[in-house]
């Protein structure tokens, strides 16, 4: 069964940045769309971004979209959501998942959209 494995969270400092990473088991990659959650301490999980099995399609989050960017060269079967200027409230535990559903499916946004999830990568924020 493919498995998703995010890389990439840590320790920083308001303001740094940090690139996350997102690698599935097996090279079935470009088959799916793909998109990052998180979910903070006593909160709910939360859309990011997501994008297309191409990658030509970006979606993101208003929230959060002049200093995250999702991206998948598929050259490298690696996702990334490339974090600038983080803040204390971007600390959460950070999920990658997969879907069969076109990018422009709005269940994309949602959790229930997505069939295959990763454990998760730790980003902190904090002074």
């Known amino acids: 069964q493919v498995q998703l494995v995010e890389s990439g969270g840590g320790f920083v400092q308001p303001g740094d940045a940090l690139r996350l990473s997102c690698v599935p088991s097996e090279r079935t990659f470009d088959a799916y769309s793909m998109g990052w959650f998180r979910r903070a301490p006593g909160k709910g999980r939360e859309y990011v971004p997501h994008?297309?099995?191409?990658?030509?399609?970006?979606y993101h989050e208003d929230s959060v979209k002049d200093r995250f960017t999702i991206s998948r060269p598929n050259a490298k079967n690696t996702m990334y959501l490339q974090m600038n200027t983080l803040k204390p409230e971007d600390t959460a535990v950070y999920y990658c998942?997969?879907?069969?559903?076109?990018?422009?499916?709005?269940?994309?946004?949602?959790?229930?959209?997505?069939?295959?999830w990763g454990q998760g990568t730790q980003v902190t924020v904090s002074p």
């Open positions: 994008i297309s099995r191409g990658g030509s399609a970006t």
């Open positions: 998942a997969a879907s069969n559903l076109p990018a422009y499916s709005s269940n994309l946004r949602s959790g229930s959209g997505y069939y295959l």
